[in-house]
Each structure stands twice: as C-alpha cells, then as structure tokens.
C-alpha cells in the first residue's frame, strides 16, 4: 500500500529504496471507515495527509448548519487545514473519509525532524506547495469568471473521477450548489 507514496516521491525527487524506508518511518499508516473524521472543528490540526487509497474531503459548517466542502483529496493528494496544522491551531474545519481510505499522516515536529533528516524533502514538499497554491488560485478565478454549470462542466471534463466517485450531494456543496440544482444541470447536459 504505501508503494503508492514511493511512485509519487519519485516523480519530484530521486530517492533510493532505503532512503524511502527510513522517510517511511516518519509517518503513521491509517486505515479510515466512510465518513470517519480526522480532524473536527476545535481540535488542534497535528497532522499533515497524504492519501494512499480512498476519498478525504475538507469542510465547514455554515452557521445556517449547512456543510460546505472546500476541498478534496484522493490518491497521492495531500490534504490538512494549513493554517491550523503550520501554526499549531485549532481548526475551522472538519476533515472526513468519503470512502473508505488509507492514508499516511505526519505531525508538524516530526515533518521537521523528516526536513533535517532528508534536505530532499524539503524540495518535495516545496512542488506539493506550489502545486496546490497554483490549484487554488484556478479555483478562486473559477468562482468569479464562470457561470455555476461552466464550473460543473470544466470540472466534468477535468477532473472526471470526481464527477463520478464523489456522491452528488458532495459535489454540489464543492460547487456551491444545491443537490437539486446539480440534478438540474446534469438533466440539461444529458
């Protein structure tokens, strides 16, 4: 299972067979149940996730009681509240298993401990950053330049594992819409 991590590392740094079983032991292998939480709101974010296998999405309650997801994670994503976790905070935010999942997790000392001990980290990390800041900026122009089924259907066409894995309910709070209105739009494009 975390060969899984050992083909995404090597994709941004070179690393070595025994490189990677002394990195391996930073981190913590978890196996998660549908709909298990990680983290819930008011705890203390101490943990960094990298996804092996499964479905992990990041929300929020709205104070109308109403869960907004903002972000998903599957296979060799990362995920964690980075405010919360860089800063040792407590969160805003609710990380769940969608599906049943394995995923490895970190802690902020022992990632630190891990950069000291494997400089190469340090430059893994730094492309796992950037890519999800790039990510997040495209999401943020997205939600002010596209019409909400211009949003469904770049996500459709881009992300399409999603569309089809994640639960409509799941999705349209992402989208920002209704379950009802996701329905619509899919009738409309069927």
Not at 10 to 16: A, D, S
Not at 137 to 159: A, G, N
């Amino acid at each position: 299972m975390t060969e899984t991590f050992k083909i995404h590392l090597k994709k941004f740094i070179k690393i070595t067979d025994d490189e990677y079983a002394e990195v391996l032991r930073f981190f913590e292998v978890r196996k998660l149940e549908k709909k298990e939480n990680l983290l819930a709101h008011g705890q203390i974010c101490s943990a960094n996730i990298f996804v092996l296998s499964g479905c992990l999405r990041k929300f929020f309650i709205k104070e109308s009681g109403i869960e907004q997801t903002t972000e998903f994670a599957i296979e060799t994503w990362w995920i964690t509240d980075n405010i919360a976790y860089e800063r040792g905070l407590t969160s805003e935010f609710f990380i769940q298993a969608v599906e049943k999942s394995h995923v490895l997790t970190i802690n902020r000392e022992t990632q630190e401990r891990l950069l000291v001990a494997f400089p190469k980290m340090e430059r893994y990390f730094r492309f796992v950053y950037q890519r999800a800041y790039a990510a997040s900026q495209m999401r943020i122009k997205f939600l002010y330049d596209f019409s909400k089924e211009e949003i469904y259907e770049h996500m459709r066409k881009t992300h399409p594992q999603f569309v089809q894995r994640i639960p409509q309910y799941l999705l349209a709070s992402f989208l920002g819409f209704t379950p009802e209105y996701l329905s619509e739009i899919r009738k409309r494009r069927s």
